[in-house]
């Protein structure tokens, strides 16, 4: 992990603790992106937002890269770049899968993704993605904060945490991007999966979300 990203983390614990301590700030939760256009002139949101940006062109610029070095163009068409860029939010902003969110933040989260692809390419995109980026920044630590809102105020108790004090991923995809994460590229990964197709394993029985997204991730069946 590189020293900028570990700055970035540490931003994102720190915005979302001064979000949580807002009085009123979490409390209707149907006037969302309300909030958000309130955060976005926050001077702890605008800095994270710069550093983000940052990091996310690190980021694209290497998949660019892995691209070229497996032979391709190092293009990015939308759907690349929307999942990179949904990959990054969730592992990155959130702390785990858009499905975990309240209705409201999945989908303005999910509408402010598709605006930032589309506008990626456009001609005034230069002046267009700090703005929708900033949106999409404080949107998801909103997001973050309510999540831990809620479970600071149930009686269920935290979600199980690795040891790095993340959730565990609970989709194919998450386990997939902390594989990444882990150093093993696309190529590797489906060598792996490849692998365990060829010994025709059963079907294994489980109801443990983090293990049958691992499984799903890996190829291995369930049942």
């Keep these: ?37 309130k955060l976005r002139t926050n001077r702890d949101v605008g800095r994270l937002t710069l550093s983000m940006i940052k990091v996310w062109n690190n980021v694209t610029t290497q998949e660019r890269n892995r691209r070229q070095g497996m032979g391709g163009d190092g293009t990015l068409d939308d759907k690349s770049y929307r999942d990179l860029l949904i990959g990054f939010i969730e592992r990155n902003l959130i702390g785990g899968d858009l499905s975990t969110l309240s209705p409201e933040a999945s989908q303005a989260i999910g509408t402010i993704i598709n605006q930032v692809t589309d506008k990626r390419m456009d001609a005034n995109a230069a002046r267009l993605f700090p703005e929708l980026f900033g949106q999409l920044i404080g949107a998801s630590l909103l997001a973050r904060a309510q999540k ?39 190529t590797e990964i489906g060598k792996i999966r490849s692998a365990i197709a060829e010994l ?24």
């Design 200 to 223: 025709g394993i059963d079907p294994i029985r489980t109801s443990d979300a983090t293990a049958i997204a691992l499984f799903q991730a890996l190829g291995i069946p369930t049942s």
């Design 1 to 37: 992990m590189k020293v900028n990203e570990v700055l970035t983390e540490a931003g994102v614990a720190d915005t979302v603790k001064a979000i949580m301590s807002q009085p009123g700030i979490l409390a209707d939760p149907a006037n969302f992106m309300q909030t958000v256009n």
């Design 148 to 186: 831990g809102d809620a479970q600071n105020t149930t009686n269920t108790g935290s979600p199980s945490r690795t040891s790095s004090g993340t959730p565990p991923p609970r989709t194919a995809r998450g386990v997939a991007d902390r594989l990444r994460a882990a150093g093993l590229n696309n």
